[in-house]
């Protein structure tokens, strides 16, 4: 099992762009949380999706959104891409909508120029 | 409002010391509370959850809740617990986790 895996490893936009970032969990885990994680900061929470429905939204508007697929897999989606959206984003997958047992993933690396 | 405060960016310690890293949160009701790692160039994991009080590399985590803090110790640090560590929040009520800023363990030679 090799565990939670995201793609791209890194990528570069453009202000204005929109991006899609990919994260497949860890095999048995149905539930996928993204986070934000900026330079020098911990990560913030972005959304949790379960049974293909976001469950939960921390404090990001609305140009993030997401998607669940059957297979577990999710999306992370940023439209009109700002500076400041730079920043690593992580994908952690767990089994239930719990966190007792996030597994992370080794995250994207976006930066928005 | 800022749930989980890691007051120290970076920790210095020699190796054999002992070593705590703080944590204070704020949180109504009963918090669930952990300890990340993240080890040079390799992603975040676990380290220990307050609510399996269980001691994992010899790390320990006591929950003090008149005092909201959650601080991680270790008698005698060892070079390979050098890493950033954070502390994390489990909200039950919004289903939401929350993330210190990290503290960087430095243990030196």
């Known amino acids: 099992d090799a565990g939670v895996t995201q793609s791209p490893t890194h990528l570069i936009k453009t202000r204005g762009q929109q991006v899609t970032l990919r994260c497949s969990p860890k095999s048995g885990h149905d539930t996928v949380s993204w986070y934000q994680q900026a330079l020098g900061q911990g990560p913030q929470f972005i959304f949790q999706?379960?049974?293909?429905?976001?469950?939960q939204r921390g404090n990001f508007p609305d140009r993030f959104s997401g998607h669940q697929f059957p297979n577990y897999s999710s999306e992370l989606n940023v439209n009109a891409l700002l500076l400041g959206d730079s920043a690593l984003y992580l994908c952690?997958?767990?089994?239930?909508?719990?966190?007792?047992?996030?597994?992370f993933g080794p995250g994207t690396r976006l930066t928005v120029t | 409002a800022q749930r989980v405060t890691q007051p120290e960016k970076l920790l210095s310690v020699f190796k054999g010391a002992p070593v705590e890293l703080k944590c204070n949160y704020s949180?109504?009701?009963?918090?669930?509370l952990f300890w990340y790692v993240q080890y040079s160039r390799q992603r975040l994991q676990l380290l220990l959850r307050?609510?399996s009080r269980e001691s994992i590399k010899g790390f320990t985590a006591d929950l003090n809740k008149g005092e909201t803090s959650f601080h991680l110790k270790k008698p005698f640090a060892q070079e390979e617990d050098s890493a950033m560590y954070y502390c994390a929040l489990g909200d039950y009520n919004f289903n939401k986790f929350y993330f210190g800023s990290g503290t960087k363990l430095n243990v030196k030679p």
């Open positions: 307050h609510i």
């Open positions: 952690a997958s767990s089994l239930g909508q719990d966190y007792y047992e996030q597994y």
């Open positions: 949180y109504s009701g009963s918090p669930e």
């Open positions: 999706y379960y049974e293909e429905e976001e469950r």
